[in-house]
């Protein structure tokens, strides 16, 4: 009988990293083919820039995929070497970082190849929660003397229906501004059929998913936070492209089978929490195995339960433009008002039937903590349960304890148990 | 030493406490309005005085429960001042939308402190574009509606002429003190001209011009050389003043400050436009089309950097301190671009980080020394 590992990530998330490298191989070829590169921050308009054939860079995921690897430190050095403050928001600054490098304002020895990327012709920010997008889009786009774009999503404030259809169409309207910019660089007109065929297939890879997360309130949890994490790049950065639906799909299968067999992420699942707060890249792989190692299954967190399209049924290939819009006003927690972003929260926690709390203040994303203190005690309070409040970041590690950060986990477990016992229940 | 500026620093003493005094001396209604930007003469038409949100002295204590500390310590000071009470005499609060922090601070002061309304406005992020005039429109018509529920009064066009005309003449009268320092540097100390513009945001205008016609008939005397000294402009601190503590220094270390662009300065005043379109389209486009670029906004056609060159070449200064609040992302995100300019340009550059705490002046005032006696060479 083979061996039941404690820690047990999905196995077919490992066929999405092959895909990342071989999207940012190709995107060094693509000036040879003739193509465009766009820069994207914030949102990235995939679907968009696929119909029209132009290549793109997320600068998000960027940083996000070089924390992961342990690459993000450099790039931070390099931004901050060049005057570029800690406190601005990590992703920003290694994308900086990258900018740097790979215009050769800086020396590069030994540099890591990750670092170079393509030169943009264009650069496009889409706000649908953080001004901090286009400022980083503003610094890209006076170093690379390049074409601009920003289009503004209204933010939620009061939830009503006039001011939902007032942003959609307000979004809608730019969207429309933004395809006519790109026929202006492409010298093409915009292909609105392609753009048709990949949202059907991204939205067969955002029901997949969708369907996959929700999986996940079967106890045990078949997958963890970390694992949606690894899964997130189908959905966004390749939204649209060849295989997408199929690998969420086969992602989905694999969780209904450890459904099944009533198989775990974690081999001893005493703890089911919640994560608040962004990935922690930089350390990804040790705070995974470290939950693993108390048996807490990291099961849900807002940023991928309710962020990138949390409701992919409404995608909709007859109005792509109007999907897309209300995706970003609607369907995306951090544009989402206190109450709301409360109601969804306390939603997700009973849904999944969250034991505690854990909320990761990432320290330079201001979009992520910038409710995230409140929003601590009112949720804490409502469900009356336990939270490890802590620290940490994106994709800068100096912000990370690791020993300080598992002191506050243990303490908060150990405050679950003291509630079971109460409650009459085993503590374990 | 000037005589007539006591009631502009006296203004600034704890301002709160004054306006929520003025308030119920007075029975009108104040709206606070957080930097930068709003027209205020929107507000003034309706009635109600308008307030600019300042950043207070007090420690931040209480405010720490409600939002990160790595935030500016602007938007942590009023967060702090809310969860303390001290702003429940604001009969509404606007938040122009300045930047992710504020937005923050807006939903977390309507969850905080339900007994004051807050409006989140939108303004356009993009502007110096035609496009972006119908935006920032349709943003003040909906703080018209709002004013005229909170009020009862009607806003008209009229009335909003009128208030115009009242904050234009507030502006020309600033425009005369900057204009009095360009030409005798040292006329005003760098402190005193900060309280002369940050106190038109917290007292009523009428009152401030008022204030200021007695300072300019002085000013207008013939006043004493204060000898040559290094010539400095200073620039930025968004949305809040500085300590006066480090204007003091500089002009310790042995520099004049001959202009800037602080919001608590040159900033606050600046934009005129044509009076074309209606009242409400005059301050639309007063919005959008901008003379100080701001990072806080996309306007790729008004250069910060080529503005900062221009203002210290215009005021023959020898140098710039930048004063950039600490985690002020807007400002932080620029100034690396504004260093190589300035340097291009053979202007030296400073940069001051500033905290809300107080902290130690030694290390400043070398720097500052160094820049002055650098320029001396």
Same mark, same amino acid.
Request: proline share 5%.
């Given at each position: 009988?083979?061996?039941?590992?404690?820690?047990?990530?999905?196995?077919? &998330?490992?066929?999405?990293?092959?895909?990342?490298?071989?999207?940012?191989?190709?995107?060094?070829?693509?000036?040879?083919?003739?193509?465009?590169?766009?820069?994207?921050?914030?949102?990235?308009?995939?679907?968009?820039?696929?119909?029209?054939?132009?290549?793109?860079?997320?600068?998000?995921?960027?940083?996000?995929?070089?924390?992961?690897?342990?690459?993000?430190?450099?790039?931070?050095?390099?931004?901050?070497?060049?005057?570029?403050?800690?406190?601005?928001?990590?992703?920003?600054?290694?994308?900086?970082?990258?900018?740097?490098?790979?215009?050769?304002?800086?020396?590069?020895? !030994?540099?890591?190849?990750?670092?170079? *990327?393509?030169?943009?012709?264009?650069?496009?920010?889409?706000?649908?929660?953080?001004?901090?997008?286009?400022?980083?889009?503003?610094?890209?786009?006076?170093?690379?003397?390049?074409?601009?774009?920003?289009?503004?999503?209204?933010?939620?404030?009061?939830? *009503?229906?006039?001011?939902?259809?007032?942003?959609?169409?307000?979004?809608?309207?730019?969207?429309?501004?933004?395809?006519?910019?790109?026929?202006?660089?492409?010298?093409?007109?915009?292909?609105?059929?392609?753009?048709?065929?990949?949202?059907?297939?991204?939205?067969?890879?955002?029901?997949?998913?969708?369907?996959?997360?929700?999986?996940?309130?079967?106890?045990?949890?078949?997958? &963890?936070? +970390?694992?949606?994490?690894?899964?997130?790049?189908?959905?966004?950065?390749?939204?649209?492209?060849?295989?997408?639906?199929?690998?969420?799909?086969?992602?989905?299968?694999?969780?209904?089978?450890?459904?099944?067999?009533?198989?775990?992420?974690?081999?001893?699942?005493?703890?089911?929490?919640?994560?608040?707060?962004?990935?922690?890249?930089?350390?990804?792989?040790?705070?995974?195995?470290?939950?693993?190692?108390?048996?807490? !299954?990291?099961?849900?967190?807002?940023?991928? !339960?309710?962020? +990138?399209?949390?409701?992919?049924?409404? +995608?909709?290939?007859?109005?792509?433009?109007? &999907?897309?819009?209300?995706?970003?006003?609607?369907?995306?927690?951090? !544009?989402?008002?206190?109450?709301?972003?409360?109601?969804?929260?306390?939603?997700?926690?009973?849904?999944?039937?969250?034991?505690?709390?854990?909320?990761?203040?990432?320290?330079?994303?201001?979009?992520?903590?910038?409710?995230?203190?409140?929003?601590?005690?009112?949720?804490?309070?409502?469900?009356?349960?336990?939270?490890? +409040?802590?620290?940490?970041?994106?994709? %800068?590690?100096?912000?990370?304890?690791?020993?300080?950060?598992?002191?506050?986990?243990? *303490?908060?477990?150990?405050?679950? %148990?003291?509630?079971?016992?109460?409650?009459?229940?085993?503590?374990? | 030493?000037?005589?007539?500026?006591?009631?502009?620093?006296?203004?600034?003493?704890?301002?709160?406490?004054?306006?929520?005094?003025?308030?119920?001396?007075?029975?009108?209604?104040?709206?606070?309005? @957080?930097?930068?930007?709003?027209?205020?003469?929107?507000?003034?038409?309706?009635?109600?005085?308008?307030?600019?949100?300042?950043?207070?002295?007090?420690?931040?204590?209480?405010?720490?429960?409600?939002?990160?500390?790595?935030?500016?310590?602007?938007?942590?000071?009023?967060?702090?001042?809310?969860?303390?009470?001290?702003?429940?005499?604001?009969?509404?609060?606007? #938040?122009?939308?300045?930047? #992710?922090?504020?937005?923050?601070?807006?939903?977390?002061?309507?969850?905080?402190?339900?007994?004051?309304?807050?409006?989140?406005?939108?303004?356009?992020?993009?502007?110096?574009?035609?496009?972006?005039?119908?935006?920032?429109?349709?943003?003040?018509? =909906?703080?018209?509606?709002?004013?005229?529920?909170?009020?009862?009064?009607?806003?008209?066009?009229?009335?909003?002429?009128?208030?115009?005309?009242?904050?234009?003449?507030?502006?020309?009268?600033?425009?005369?003190?900057?204009?009095?320092?360009?030409?005798?540097?040292? @006329? @005003?100390?760098?402190?005193?001209?900060?309280?002369?513009?940050?106190?038109?945001?917290?007292?009523?205008?009428?009152?401030?011009?008022?204030? @200021? =016609?007695?300072?300019?008939?002085?000013?207008?005397?013939?006043?004493?050389?204060?000898?040559?000294?290094?010539?400095?402009?200073?620039?930025?601190?968004?949305?809040?003043?500085?300590?006066?503590?480090?204007?003091?220094? $500089?002009?310790?270390?042995?520099?004049?400050?001959?202009?800037?662009?602080?919001?608590?300065?040159?900033?606050?005043?600046?934009?005129?436009?044509?009076?074309?379109?209606?009242?409400?389209?005059?301050?639309?486009?007063?919005?959008?089309?901008?003379?100080?670029?701001?990072?806080?906004?996309?306007?790729?056609?008004?250069?910060?950097?080529?503005?900062?060159?221009?203002?210290?070449?215009?005021?023959?200064?020898?140098?710039?301190?930048?004063?950039?609040?600490?985690?002020?992302?807007?400002?932080?995100?620029?100034?690396?671009?504004?260093?190589?300019?300035?340097?291009?340009?053979? $202007?030296?550059?400073?940069?001051?980080?500033?905290?809300?705490?107080?902290?130690?002046?030694?290390?400043?005032?070398?720097?500052?020394?160094?820049?002055?006696?650098?320029?001396?060479?």
């Amino acid at each position: 009988m083979a061996e039941k590992k404690a820690f047990n990530p999905l196995k077919t &998330t490992r066929e999405i990293r092959p895909m990342v490298t071989q999207y940012y191989d190709d995107l060094k070829r693509t000036h040879q083919e003739g193509r465009l590169v766009g820069w994207c921050f914030g949102f990235v308009p995939s679907l968009i820039l696929r119909a029209a054939n132009v290549a793109y860079l997320w600068g998000d995921q960027y940083s996000a995929s070089a924390a992961a690897r342990g690459l993000a430190t450099g790039l931070h050095d390099v931004a901050e070497s060049a005057g570029y403050s800690r406190s601005i928001c990590s992703y920003c600054r290694a994308n900086i970082g990258s900018t740097l490098l790979t215009r050769g304002a800086v020396p590069a020895e !030994n540099a890591d190849p990750y670092y170079f *990327t393509v030169i943009p012709d264009f650069v496009v920010s889409i706000n649908p929660h953080c001004h901090t997008n286009m400022y980083w889009m503003d610094v890209l786009r006076r170093q690379f003397n390049c074409p601009a774009f920003y289009l503004q999503t209204p933010h939620e404030w009061e939830r *009503t229906e006039v001011e939902t259809r007032e942003a959609i169409a307000l979004t809608v309207r730019q969207f429309r501004d933004f395809i006519s910019f790109i026929e202006d660089l492409t010298h093409q007109p915009f292909d609105w059929d392609r753009f048709k065929e990949l949202m059907i297939e991204a939205k067969k890879a955002g029901v997949s998913r969708h369907e996959g997360m929700e999986l996940c309130r079967n106890i045990p949890s078949p997958a &963890t936070f +970390f694992d949606w994490l690894n899964s997130l790049a189908p959905v966004n950065l390749l939204a649209g492209a060849p295989g997408t639906a199929e690998l969420m799909e086969k992602i989905k299968t694999e969780i209904e089978e450890r459904v099944a067999r009533k198989e775990g992420a974690i081999l001893d699942e005493r703890y089911r929490l919640y994560w608040d707060g962004l990935g922690p890249y930089p350390m990804l792989g040790q705070v995974a195995r470290k939950f693993t190692e108390l048996g807490a !299954n990291v099961v849900c967190g807002r940023y991928v !339960n309710l962020g +990138f399209f949390s409701d992919p049924y409404k +995608f909709d290939p007859e109005h792509p433009l109007e &999907t897309l819009a209300e995706g970003l006003h609607s369907d995306f927690q951090f !544009n989402w008002n206190f109450d709301h972003l409360v109601e969804g929260v306390i939603k997700l926690c009973e849904d999944y039937s969250i034991d505690g709390l854990v909320f990761q203040i990432p320290k330079t994303c201001r979009s992520a903590s910038n409710r995230a203190v409140e929003l601590v005690d009112v949720v804490s309070r409502k469900l009356d349960l336990p939270v490890a +409040f802590m620290e940490g970041d994106q994709t %800068d590690r100096s912000f990370y304890d690791m020993g300080r950060m598992f002191t506050e986990v243990e *303490t908060l477990l150990e405050a679950i %148990d003291a509630k079971r016992r109460v409650r009459g229940g085993s503590s374990i | 030493m000037i005589k007539n500026m006591s009631k502009f620093s006296d203004s600034l003493v704890r301002p709160y406490e004054r306006i929520a005094q003025w308030k119920e001396d007075n029975n009108k209604l104040v709206v606070g309005c @957080l930097p930068m930007y709003f027209p205020e003469e929107l507000v003034h038409a309706s009635g109600a005085v308008p307030f600019v949100m300042q950043e207070s002295d007090e420690l931040i204590t209480l405010g720490s429960r409600h939002i990160d500390s790595f935030f500016c310590r602007f938007v942590r000071s009023v967060v702090d001042l809310a969860a303390k009470g001290k702003l429940d005499f604001l009969d509404l609060l606007i #938040v122009p939308d300045t930047c #992710v922090q504020q937005r923050g601070m807006a939903q977390v002061m309507r969850h905080l402190r339900t007994n004051i309304p807050v409006e989140l406005i939108q303004f356009p992020i993009q502007i110096g574009v035609d496009s972006a005039v119908n935006h920032a429109r349709q943003c003040l018509e =909906k703080v018209r509606v709002r004013l005229q529920q909170l009020t009862g009064n009607e806003v008209s066009d009229g009335q909003i002429a009128k208030s115009i005309l009242v904050h234009k003449e507030n502006r020309a009268l600033l425009k005369r003190v900057y204009q009095l320092r360009k030409e005798r540097p040292g @006329l @005003l100390r760098g402190r005193d001209v900060m309280e002369i513009v940050q106190s038109s945001m917290v007292m009523p205008k009428e009152e401030h011009s008022e204030h @200021l =016609k007695v300072l300019l008939a002085e000013l207008e005397e013939p006043q004493a050389s204060t000898g040559e000294r290094v010539r400095l402009c200073i620039s930025g601190h968004l949305c809040s003043a500085p300590k006066v503590d480090v204007l003091d220094l $500089i002009e310790e270390m042995g520099a004049v400050i001959v202009d800037d662009d602080l919001y608590t300065g040159f900033r606050y005043f600046a934009e005129e436009r044509e009076d074309k379109g209606s009242p409400m389209e005059q301050l639309a486009r007063r919005y959008v089309y901008r003379t100080v670029p701001c990072p806080t906004r996309f306007d790729p056609g008004n250069d910060w950097r080529s503005y900062l060159v221009n203002m210290a070449k215009k005021a023959q200064a020898q140098g710039i301190i930048v004063l950039i609040q600490r985690h002020c992302e807007p400002h932080l995100t620029w100034y690396p671009d504004i260093k190589d300019a300035l340097s291009a340009a053979k $202007i030296r550059c400073l940069m001051i980080e500033t905290e809300h705490e107080a902290f130690s002046l030694g290390e400043e005032k070398t720097r500052i020394q160094k820049l002055v006696e650098t320029i001396r060479g």
